[in-house]
C-alpha cells in the first residue's frame, strides 16, 4: 500500500510538472507562426501520408492519433495554437502517424494487445480483490488476475519505446524544417520529455504492482 502511495504521489508531480511545461510554452510564440493544425498537416505531407486527417478534439492534452480512423485529433489549445507547445505535441501525434505508415513494430505490438487489455480492464481489479480474500479456497482466481494484470503492464512497457519513438521523430523534423528556430527547440523537446515521463512513471508503478501481487501468491504458496 505504501508503495502504491509513492507511485500516485510521482505520478501527481510529474503530470503537475507537465501541465505547467505546457502553460509555459504556450504563452511561447513560435516565429514561424504556424498553427498545430498547419503544422501536422506539413509533417503528414512531407513523409508521404495523404490518407490522416488532423481534427479537433475537446479537453486538455486529448491529443492523440488513432491507426483505426487514421485520424490525429488535437486539443483546441493544440490545433490551434500558434506556439512551442502546439509544434511539439502536434508533430508527436504526427510521429504516431509515421510510424503506423512505416510498419513500425512496437506500435504494431501495441496494437494488436488493444483489445486484450481493454478486456484486461475492465474485470482486473475485481479479480485480483476477489482473488486476495478467496485466496487459501481458490487460489487460481488470484493467479489469474496476475496473468490479466501481466496483460496491461506489458501494453505499458511496450508504449513507451512508441512514445520515445514518436518524440524523437517530431523533433527531429522540427529541427530540420526548421519550423522551431534554435531558441524554441529546447522547449520543444522539454514539453515532449515531461510527456513521456508521465508514461515511464505509469510503468514501473505497474511492474511494481504486479512483483506485490506475485508475491502475495507465493507466499500463500508457502504457507
Known amino acids: 500500500m505504501f508503495v502504491s502511495l ?30 498545430g493544425k498547419e503544422i501536422a498537416e506539413r509533417m503528414l505531407r512531407e513523409n508521404g501520408i495523404y490518407d490522416v486527417q488532423v481534427v479537433p478534439a475537446q479537453g486538455f492534452l486529448s491529443d492523440h ?78 493467479l489469474g488476475g496476475i496473468i490479466l494484470f501481466a496483460v496491461t503492464t506489458l501494453f505499458s512497457l511496450i508504449t513507451l519505446p512508441v512514445e520515445f519513438d514518436a518524440s524523437n521523430r517530431a523533433l527531429a523534423w522540427l529541427e530540420r524544417t526548421k519550423i522551431t528556430t534554435i531558441e524554441e527547440q529546447p522547449m520543444a523537446k522539454d514539453a515532449l520529455k515531461w510527456a513521456a515521463l508521465t508514461y515511464v512513471v505509469a510503468a514501473v508503478a505497474s511492474i511494481v504492482t504486479l512483483f506485490q501481487y506475485i508475491l502475495i501468491y507465493q507466499g500463500r504458496n508457502r504457507n
Open 6 to 35: 509513492i507511485f500516485v504521489g510521482l505520478s501527481m508531480l510529474v503530470s503537475l510538472a507537465l501541465k505547467s511545461r505546457i502553460k509555459k510554452y504556450s504563452q511561447t510564440p513560435m516565429q514561424s507562426g504556424m498553427s
Open 65 to 142: 492519433y488513432n491507426p483505426l480512423t487514421k485520424t490525429v485529433s488535437l486539443s483546441t489549445d493544440i490545433f490551434e495554437g500558434r506556439n512551442v507547445a502546439a509544434a511539439a505535441i502536434a508533430a508527436h501525434e504526427c510521429g504516431h502517424a509515421v510510424q503506423h505508415a512505416t510498419g513500425y513494430p512496437w506500435l504494431n505490438m501495441r496494437s494488436k494487445l488493444v483489445p486484450a487489455v481493454q478486456f484486461s480492464s475492465t474485470i482486473v481489479q475485481w479479480i485480483l480483490l476477489a482473488g486476495i480474500f478467496t485466496i487459501n479456497r481458490f487460489p487460481g482466481l488470484l
